[in-house]
Structure formats: C-alpha cells, structure tokens
C-alpha cells in the first residue's frame, strides 16, 4: 500500500519537518511505499519574491483563501500538488498541519478527494490537537490524528490495507469521520516509548532545499514540566520524557554520516528539562571525542550553574536559545516564568562558559502595562553582556487550550472579527505591535538584534 505524506504552507524552511519525517519514519518501518512532498521549501524555493510570506510578520496571510490567493494563484498550486500526490497511486494522503497551514491543507483535502473518491485523507500535527468547533471539521478529512502520531497511523494504515471500514474505528487520540459526523475517539491517553522509535525518516527530504545549511534537526526530548500561562504545547505533549544519551548519539551518528554535517539543532520544548541527563549526553560526547554540536531551546534555570555549563559546552553545546519572554517582574510571575534572579544566573553562567546566549521575547502579555515594558528595557540593558542574540520578539497570541484561554473572562480579553483578541482600548494588536517595535529597535541600540532566528 502507498502512502504519501505532504506539508503544505505555513511551516518553517529552515529544516525539514520533524514531524512528518517520525510518522514516515513508522510507516516505513511497517513496509509501506512511502512518498513524502514537502510543498511549503517548494514554493519558498520557486517564489523567490515571495519569500517575505514565510517571515513571522506575514505569517498571517496564510489564515485565509484571500490572504494567499492576494500572493499565489491558490487553484494552480492545488491542481500541481493534487497531480504529484495522485501520481504515486496513495492509498492514504496524510497532512502534517499547523494553525497556519490549515487553510491550504483543507483546500487540498477538497482537491485530492474531488479527484479520487476512495483516497483516505488524515490529518496530523498540532492543529487537530486544537481542533474544537464543528465549523473547523472537514467532511473531506476521513481521520484527525491528535497529539503524538507515532502509535496511532500504524493501527490507521493496518485497518484501511486490510480494507476494514475506519468509519467506526474508536482508535484512541482521532476523530473520525463517519460520513454523518464526527466521532471523537479521545486523546490518547498513553505517550509511546521515544527510545523505542525510529529515527526520523530525514533521507525523504532534500536538506540542501532549507535555508539551514549546517545543522540537522534532531529531537532530544519530547513534553515539559512547567506550566506557563500562555503555552499549549504542554497539554499536546505531556510531561517530560527525554530519550537516553546512547539513543540520542546513535541518531547522531546515523545523520551524520548521511548528511556529512556535525552539528545539530533541537527542536525540543526545552532542551534542559532533565539537567542529569543533558550532563550525561555531553560526557559521553567528551569521553568518546566525538565531534558534535547541538543547541536548542531552553529555561532560564536558577540551576543552570557555572559548573555544569562548562561541561555542557565541552560536551557540544554551541548555543540555548532561552524564552525569557518578559523583564518585568510581575509578567513573569503571572506567566510561570523563572524570576529575575534565576534567568540572570543562567544567561551569565552559559555565556560565561562560551555558550551562544540566544533570547525569544514577547510583547504584549493581557497584564502588560507601558511601565512593564519600562522595566522589560531595563532588564535588557542591565543583562546585555550576558545576551550574544536578542533573536526575536513575537506579540502575546494566545492560544486556544492555553490558561490564559481558559481564564479569558477575568482577565477581560475579548476577541473582534478577525479573531484578534484585545482588552479594551489598552491591548490592542496595534499596541502589541508598537510595543514589539519598541523592543527590537532598543535591542538593535544595544547591538544585540542581529537580525536572525537561530
Ligand atoms: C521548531 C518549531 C518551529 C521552527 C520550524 C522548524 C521546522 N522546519 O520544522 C520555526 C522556528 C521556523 C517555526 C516557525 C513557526 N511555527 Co513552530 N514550532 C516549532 C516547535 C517548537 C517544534 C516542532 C517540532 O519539530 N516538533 C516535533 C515533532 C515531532 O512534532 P510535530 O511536528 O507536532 O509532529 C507530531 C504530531 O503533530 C503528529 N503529526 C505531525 N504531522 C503528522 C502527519 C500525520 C499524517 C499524522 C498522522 C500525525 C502527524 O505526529 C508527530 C510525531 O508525534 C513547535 C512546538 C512543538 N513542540 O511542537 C512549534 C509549533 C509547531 N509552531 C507553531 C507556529 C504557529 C509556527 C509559526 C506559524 C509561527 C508564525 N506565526 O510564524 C511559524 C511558521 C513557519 C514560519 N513562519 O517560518 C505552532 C503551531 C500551532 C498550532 N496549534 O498549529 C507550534 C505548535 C508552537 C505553538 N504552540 O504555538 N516553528
Ligand atoms: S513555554 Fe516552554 S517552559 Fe513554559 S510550559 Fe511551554 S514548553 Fe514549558
């Protein structure tokens, strides 16, 4: 049985999509014809004039058919895809989507099964965990898989090769469509076994076709332990489970040698939720003299100590990219973020021990106040020596299962016609934006915005 898995815009072009490379990965090791098309590095690579739409700021022009039919003829791109899917005989056309995907991954659904009536078409990826009005729900979508899809698109696969109806299949962590309606089989409620995984299926994606031209994309760890305000990562991925060292440096060595690159960059939650067993991977990095780099992103911990930084960058560690967020006190407090104190301490040990500092800011958090902001560039120009990148600053967004979502009555936020959420007159999207512009043109001042996502 073929199965082909495709990404259609929004997605990153930096690296391939891990994502979509682990379900490959599954499936291929079940011994199916696997194709997979990453159309979004595609069309980045053949628009060229067009590349402004992948940056954070346009991002998004992809929410809606208009917004991407202002820059793409949409009708062309879906025939052009919809041919080289159907070219490969699928079976089954899995999509990988995102938030900002959505809107052309449920065109090609429509265009897919306007042309192969009997093709199954399943969803995946972070969008379907947020999946919640029926209104979002695509009769042209025969499975939602939610949260993790390791464990689940082999159980979907062995159902529709053995031609078993999925109409009333109760899988764990999808929504089926069965053909009247939905049918919400729960999230799953187990996590799979990351040791126990293929490596990423990468050997489908060109790597020379992303603008990142040195690391691998690479995962150390899955979940998180906090619990900030704002984030709904969290309750897609559970806890924190991170893979063994020995596991993590196989993988290494595998990539390496296929991509003939050394250095590798996580795209983990946080890379130090587990500091006993990032220390262990980087001994056994220094005791085999094994020639890897890898960053990531990660917490501004109190217990990120000197000690342990030099033994983190001896054992590889080239850069952490920390989500500091805010450098006011109170933002901070509310969101569940470390103190002041604490993300000092871990910027000034890293940097110290000749770890490239990265820092991700936010603008515009529901309780942020003017004076926040004050004390934000302050903190900034306090902390500048310890900081090598400010990277970047994004508009507090505020997702659907986050806690701020769930406490958007007290906090009196309100969202207007475009989904843009405010709170009276005094956070506005506008507002968020001043206040985002402010801080890159005063990071810019400091000489720490140097102009790139790390
Ligand atoms: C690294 C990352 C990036 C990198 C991209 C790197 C790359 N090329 O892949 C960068 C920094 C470029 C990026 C950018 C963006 N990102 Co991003 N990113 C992430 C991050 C931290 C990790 C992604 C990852 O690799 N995860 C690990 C893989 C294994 O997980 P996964 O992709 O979710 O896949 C699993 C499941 O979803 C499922 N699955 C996935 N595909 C499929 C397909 C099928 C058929 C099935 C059955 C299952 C399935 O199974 C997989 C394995 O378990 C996530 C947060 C997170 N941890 O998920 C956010 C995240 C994916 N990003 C997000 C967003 C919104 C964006 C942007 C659109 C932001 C913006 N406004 O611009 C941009 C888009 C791209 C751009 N403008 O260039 C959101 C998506 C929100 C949503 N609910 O859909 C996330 C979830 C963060 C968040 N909570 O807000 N991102
Ligand atoms: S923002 Fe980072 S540290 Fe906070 S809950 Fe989300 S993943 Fe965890």
Known sequence: MNIVLAVVPLYGVDMPPLGAAYIAAVLE????????????????????????????????????????????????????????????APKIVGLS????????????????????????????????????????????????????????????????????????????????????GFKDNRANASFV??????????????????TNKTEIPILFSRGCNYSCKFCTDKPMWGNYRTRNAENIIEEMIKHSSIFNRTCFKSNDLLINGDLKQLRYLSEIIINEKLSFTWGGMARARSDMSGQLCAVLRKGGCSYLTYGIESGAARILFHMGKPGKRDIVQALKNSYKSGIKVNTLWMAGYPIEKWVDVLETMLFLLRSRRYIHEFVAVSACYIPRRSRLWQERDKLRIEYDKNSDWHIGKSNTVSIRQLRRKILFSFARILGIYKGGVQ
């Open 29 to 88: 090791k079940e011994g199916y014809g696997i194709n997979v098309f990453c159309f979004n590095s595609e069309l980045y690579n053949q628009a060229r004039d067009k590349r402004f739409l992948w940056g954070w700021e346009a991002s998004g022009a992809w929410c809606s058919p208009e917004g991407i039919n202002r820059h793409f003829n949409v009708n062309d791109l879906l025939d052009k895809w919809s041919e080289k899917i159907l070219k490969c």
């Open 97 to 180: 989507v995102n938030s900002h995907s959505r809107v052309l991954a449920n065109l090609l659904a429509d265009r897919l099964k306007n042309k192969k009536k009997d093709l199954y078409v399943i969803f995946g990826g972070p969008w379907c965990t947020e999946l919640a009005e029926p209104s979002e729900f695509n009769k042209n979508v025969d499975i939602y898989v939610r949260g993790e899809g390791e464990g689940v698109i082999p159980k979907i696969a062995k159902l529709i090769a053995g031609s078993e109806s999925i109409r009333d299949c109760s899988i764990e962590g999808t929504i089926v469509n069965t053909g009247v």
């Open 193 to 210: 076994d990351i040791n126990k995984l293929p490596f990423p299926a990468l050997h489908f994606f060109d790597l020379n076709y992303y």
